[in-house]
């Protein structure tokens, strides 16, 4: 049993967590955002996220320790994300877990961000540790991943099904650019969705095989939209949108017709996986995109009508963080997989 440090920089968000593998508790969880610098450009940029990173990760990591009410001494192993994500903000995270981890002669881990996500779902809102039974079906849907994975236990999972091109919350990103509503898109869009009921307005086409496959492809939806809204006269191929044809009213039913379009397309893909993996025990929906409200009562109420137990994280968990790298490194620490100092990054 220990106290683990995990530290969290694989793109826009500085994060450091504690967490009490004894208690099986987390006792802090500090995340700084970095979507007001990256949101006037649209998207991220590398070289900014670094920088902040810099900036920012001694304060972060210093705040999560005095949060937790404890001091670096009393911590045992660090735990760092290490792939994927921007190489430039990987190596500020993983360069000063393995300065603390070598000054205080702490033992390092190595983190797969995508592979946290998996098991975020274990993290609760009053910061304390559920049970998710094992095997499961795990949906993890972010900005640069839309992948299902089949969870045996900790060691043991394998990818079902993922994306061949865009990401979910790359396509809700892009088309928001598209109708004005700028970076980042999903919360947008699904507020702008809820203010006409979540209707399907526009239909836009599903992949053929979207019920009979488990892989995503969300780059024919983005073109779909955006050739409905050259026909609209509000989008034009060479110059961008045409803004005084992009009302409220375009934004609001693009808007919920895209996010039914998603929806149905992870229902497809989740009620596929049950009958695929019928010992499976729960669905976990996990990643950014698993904030988004609507989506996840969709998957609660179709999960939950097979006899399934349904489990998504509260926000705060679903977005990067560090708690999810400090859970899993306590993981990987009662299995003694410990990292050398010579860890490096994957994209």
Same mark, same amino acid.
């Given at each position: 049993m220990s106290i683990i440090l995990g530290i969290e920089t694989s793109c826009d968000e500085t994060a450091a967590a504690v967490y009490d593998s004894e208690n099986k508790a987390l006792l802090s969880n500090v995340v700084f955002s970095q979507i007001k610098l990256h949101e006037i450009y649209g998207g991220v940029v590398p070289e900014i996220a670094s920088r902040s990173h810099l900036e920012k990760i001694d304060i972060i990591v210093d705040s999560a320790l005095t949060q937790a009410n404890i001091t670096l001494e009393e911590v045992d192993h660090i735990a760092v994300t290490n792939k994927p994500g921007l190489v430039g903000s990987l190596l500020v995270g993983l360069c000063f877990a393995k300065s603390l981890a070598f000054a205080k002669n702490k033992k390092l881990i190595g983190i797969d961000h995508l592979q946290a996500h998996i098991f975020s779902s274990f993290l609760k809102s009053d910061n304390t540790v559920q049970d998710v039974p094992f095997p499961h079906i795990c949906l993890s849907a972010s900005g640069g991943s839309t992948v299902i994975y089949y969870v045996?236990?900790?060691?043991?999972?394998?990818?079902?099904?993922?994306?061949? %091109?865009?990401?979910?919350? &790359?396509?809700? %990103?892009? *088309?928001?650019?598209?109708?004005?509503? +700028?970076?980042? +898109?999903?919360?947008?869009? &699904?507020?702008?969705?809820?203010?006409?009921?979540?209707?399907?307005?526009?239909?836009?086409?599903?992949?053929? $095989?979207? #019920?009979?496959?488990l892989d995503f492809t969300f780059s024919g /939806?983005? #073109?779909?939209?955006?050739?409905?809204?050259?026909?609209?006269?509000?989008? $034009?191929?060479?110059?961008?949108?045409?803004?005084?044809?992009?009302? #409220?009213? /375009?934004? $609001?039913?693009?808007?919920?017709? /895209?996010?039914?379009? *998603?929806?149905?397309?992870?229902?497809?893909?989740? &009620?596929?996986? /049950?009958?695929?993996?019928?010992?499976?025990?729960?669905?976990?929906?996990? +990643?950014?995109?698993?904030c988004n409200n609507y989506i996840s009562e969709r998957l609660n109420s179709i999960v939950t009508n097979t006899s399934k137990k349904f489990i998504s994280p509260v926000c705060k968990f679903c977005a990067d963080n560090a708690a999810m790298i400090a859970f899993l490194g306590a993981c990987k620490a009662e299995q003694n997989k410990f990292a050398e100092l010579d860890l490096d990054v994957f994209e």
């Open positions: 045996k236990s900790f060691d043991d999972y394998k990818v079902i099904g993922q994306t061949i %091109d865009d990401a979910a919350g &790359e396509a809700f %990103d892009k *088309i928001a650019k598209i109708i004005g509503f +700028g970076y980042p +898109g999903g919360a947008k869009i &699904e507020r702008a969705a809820k203010l006409v009921d979540f209707q399907d307005f526009y239909k836009y086409t599903r992949t053929k $095989n979207f #019920t009979k496959s /939806l983005k #073109t779909a939209v955006m050739y409905d809204l050259v026909k609209k006269g509000a989008y $034009n191929l060479q110059t961008g949108p045409i803004w005084e044809k992009v009302d #409220t009213e /375009l934004q $609001n039913k693009v808007s919920s017709s /895209l996010l039914v379009c *998603i929806a149905d397309i992870f229902q497809a893909k989740v &009620e596929l996986a /049950l009958k695929l993996y019928p010992d499976a025990k729960a669905v976990t929906f996990v +990643g950014g995109v698993a």
